[in-house]
Structures are given as structure tokens and as C-alpha cells.
């Protein structure tokens, strides 16, 4: 496969790529929208844990929780359940 001399990128492919530039460019653009997905779902997760562990304690008896229960899940990294 031959490229022409100019300017490329890697969401326009040069001239002569054809389907594969294509398929190269959808592939980028999964992967950018799953990274985009990663940061929010983890994103909204972070927030959740940092409201959690800012209740008082008549917030944590009216939901059942203890602060061990709290330490425990505001202690967890984004990506843990």
C-alpha cells in the first residue's frame, strides 16, 4: 500500500486506504465513545462515595448504614462495586 505525501491523520486516511481507513477510523471512534463511557459511569461512582461518606449520622440510621460501612465503601477505587 502506497501513501501519498501530505498530511494525515488518524480519523482522515490518505488516498489509496479505502475500506481499511474506514474500519480504522469506526474502530477510534468505539474506542474513544467506551473511554468517554468509562469516565462517566466511574466518574458518577466517585461522586456518589464522596456524598456517601459526607452524611451524618441521622442520614446513616435513616438508610441503615454504619460508618464501618461507609469507610469500607468510600474506601473502594471507581472501578471496584
Not at 488516498?15 to 467506551?34: M, S, Y
Not at 441521622?58 to 468510600?74: C, F, K, N, P, W
Request: glycine residues 12%; aromatic residues 8%; positive net charge.
Amino acid at each position: 500500500m502506497i501513501f501519498e505525501q501530505g498530511s494525515h491523520d488518524l480519523f482522515h486516511s490518505p488516498t489509496g486506504v479505502g475500506k481499511n481507513g474506514a474500519t480504522v477510523r469506526l474502530f477510534l471512534a468505539g474506542g474513544l465513545a467506551r473511554v468517554c463511557a468509562w469516565l462517566s459511569i466511574y466518574g458518577n461512582r466517585r461522586r456518589q462515595r464522596i456524598a456517601l461518606g459526607m452524611l451524618d449520622d441521622h442520614m446513616l440510621a435513616d438508610l441503615g448504614l454504619s460508618h464501618s460501612d461507609v469507610s469500607r465503601e468510600t474506601a473502594k477505587w471507581p472501578w471496584q462495586q
